[in-house]
């Protein structure tokens, strides 16, 4: 069967995680273990923690999220255009300026309902 | 440089969708940008933007052009499903306005959500390409998503749009892994070049994998028993016009993806998948009916006779002939109208927040608001199925296709079914007519205009589809699909 062609792939795979698993096990056999409070404390970016991780994150932070996924994704179909551009022609122009247009009444309407404003 | 070659594009083709979308948008800049008085008009217009693009869609019929480069179909089957989720989306906002504005739910979002989940709709229906029905499905999907949440702060609501999120992930998920498949195993995402290559391909394990996991994809979508745990929640905790919606236009559109990839992708599988059908329609069916019986609450009976429906249109699926697809088709045109027009009328009677929706509910209607009465009956003599409905003829139409291909036992069912789901459709009118005020202060029904619109347009339909049906299952006849 065409799965044959994988098997190397399996075995990567399976050598990976191989490799993985023996380092992860040596250092924990054999390396020096030293115990004490500070280095047992959840790690924070090196800085002792000072309120519990367990808090709500302000909804603004997805909201910026998204849209920065959203013009992400619009930069992501410009630059091929761009750089096609003249192949494309006055065509390619068009539907690329209405695409434009679309997020643009997207970003006019995120604005004026307030998703931008951080306070 | 050399030019790149770009594929046939016929933009007279997509004007529905075009129109949809442009009005959606319209739609979202009136929310931001009108004052609070601008926003009463947001319903008409979406009102307006569906009738346009159903007139548009009209215009296309007997048009049959494949386009952008082959992933997209305008042909007769898509054009009288695109008209069947125009009429979908226009008595939604028609029958939204007033219920809008006492939820405060009347943003330019709301009509805008549901003129997006058409044009996803509409993408199912003219896809020709995996890929492309996935898009439309999402398309729809998400919009419902939010549709379902809309009345924040109804905790029924947020239920129900948490769990159909959730399941329709999972769903999808099923969908797009059984597409994988299927392009795993063919090499093509092109429904038709599927079809040729599936051809060679009986018993491949992976592609008979591929098409029952869209199988199940779709059934999710259809609400098809065994995978119809979402429905009864979903479709009672959502507000009542979107529950209205998502039981027509949504669900026609599932119907008409799964139509058409079974029919142009896996024609070759004919002989073994009309079991996995016929045995869904009788379950289907068969649930959906015996739970709809032990319900209180009309909105959720509603939800299991919605359920009940999908299983008579499933026997469409399982008849697997032009017949059968054009009498499934038939039968969404019929069940939007009738459905829609139920809703209609329970909106009236449940009044501000939805308090009032259980049997008892409606005693004594007949005596305190007799029009409202003599309107919800006759939805629900359709629903049942009673001559000279809408219903009557949209069943004959779809379980003499089944007699004819010769599933007698399938009909049988079905027209037994039919007897059953009338018990509970007419405890409705017994509350109504036979039983007196039971005393408790009720609200007062009072009928708003666009609701009697709505109401009007939904009975005269439901009427001229019982009486005069001829011109328009020839126009059915006329949407087919070659199996």
Redesign the interface.
């Known amino acids: 069967m065409i799965l044959n062609q994988y098997i190397p792939v399996i075995l990567m795979m399976l050598v990976a995680a191989g490799v993985a698993v023996a380092v992860l096990g040596l250092a924990e056999f054999l390396g020096p273990k030293v115990v004490f409070r500070e280095k047992m404390e959840p790690f924070e970016c090196g800085e002792n923690p000072i309120v519990s991780p367990k808090q709500r994150f302000s909804v603004r932070f997805y909201l910026i999220a998204l849209m920065f996924i959203i013009f992400d994704i619009e930069a992501v179909f410009l630059f091929p255009w761009a750089v096609n551009f003249q192949a494309l022609g006055l065509f390619g122009f068009v539907e690329m300026m209405i695409f434009v247009f679309i997020l643009a009444l997207g970003l006019a309407y995120v604005w004026k309902k307030g998703a931008l404003e951080w306070e | 440089?050399?030019?790149?070659k770009?594929p046939s594009i016929a933009l007279d083709a997509i004007g529905p969708e075009m129109v949809l979308t442009a009005t959606a948008?319209v739609l979202?800049?009136i929310?931001?940008?009108a004052d609070k008085k601008g926003r009463d008009h947001l319903g008409y217009i979406a009102l307006g933007g569906s009738v346009l693009a159903g007139a548009l869609a009209y215009k296309l019929s007997g048009v049959s052009v494949t386009t952008f480069g082959g992933l997209y179909v305008v042909d007769n089957f898509s054009t009288f499903f695109k008209i069947i989720f125009m009429i979908s989306a226009g008595l939604t906002a028609l029958i939204s306005v007033k219920y809008a504005q006492d939820e405060g739910i009347n943003h330019g979002e709301y009509y805008a959500m549901i003129l997006f989940a058409t044009v996803g709709m509409c993408v199912m229906a003219s896809a020709r390409d995996l890929i492309t029905i996935f898009m439309g499905v999402e398309v729809m999907s998400i919009a419902l998503y939010v549709l379902a949440g809309m009345t924040r702060t109804r905790e029924v609501s947020n239920e129900a749009s948490l769990k159909y999120f959730i399941l329709g992930a999972f769903s999808s998920g099923f969908l797009l892994y059984g597409m994988a498949l299927v392009y795993g195993a063919t090499g093509t995402t092109q429904l038709q070049a599927i079809g040729k290559a599936a051809g060679l391909l009986t018993g491949n394990p992976m592609f008979i994998a591929g098409a029952v996991m869209m199988t199940i994809g779709f059934a999710f979508k259809v609400a098809a028993v065994p995978f119809h745990m979402w429905t009864p929640d979903v479709y009672q905790g959502s507000p009542a016009p979107v529950t209205a919606f998502m039981s027509t236009g949504p669900k026609a559109a599932a119907f008409a993806a799964f139509l058409r990839v079974f029919a142009e992708a896996f024609p070759a599988m004919k002989e073994d998948w009309w079991v996995i059908i016929w045995s869904l329609a009788v379950l289907t069916m068969t649930m959906g009916n015996v739970v709809a019986l032990v319900q209180n609450d009309v909105k959720r009976m509603l939800a299991y006779s919605s359920i009940a429906h999908a299983g008579y249109i499933l026997v469409g699926l399982a008849v697997a002939s032009p017949a059968g697809s054009s009498g499934a088709a038939f039968y969404l045109l019929v069940y939007a109208f009738m459905n829609i027009g139920a809703f209609a009328l329970l909106i009236v009677a449940a009044g501000k927040g939805e308090r009032t929706t259980t049997y008892q509910d409606f005693s004594g209607m007949g005596r305190r608001s007799p029009l409202t009465a003599l309107a919800l009956t006759i939805m629900v003599f359709s629903l049942a199925g009673i001559p000279p409905t809408a219903g009557f003829a949209g069943k004959f139409y779809l379980f003499m296709s089944a007699l004819e291909k010769g599933f007698v036992w399938l009909a049988v069912i079905a027209v037994i079914n039919s007897v059953v789901s009338v018990f509970y459709y007419l405890k409705l009118v017994v509350y109504m007519y036979m039983r007196d005020e039971d005393g408790e202060a009720r609200p007062e029904i009072s009928v708003a205009a666009p609701l009697a619109v709505a109401a009007v347009v939904t009975v005269c339909a439901v009427m001229w589809l019982g009486v005069m049906p001829a011109k328009y299952i020839d126009f059915a006849k006329s949407a087919f699909l070659p199996f």
């Open positions: 440089m050399t030019p790149i770009i948008m979202l800049m929310e931001v940008f």
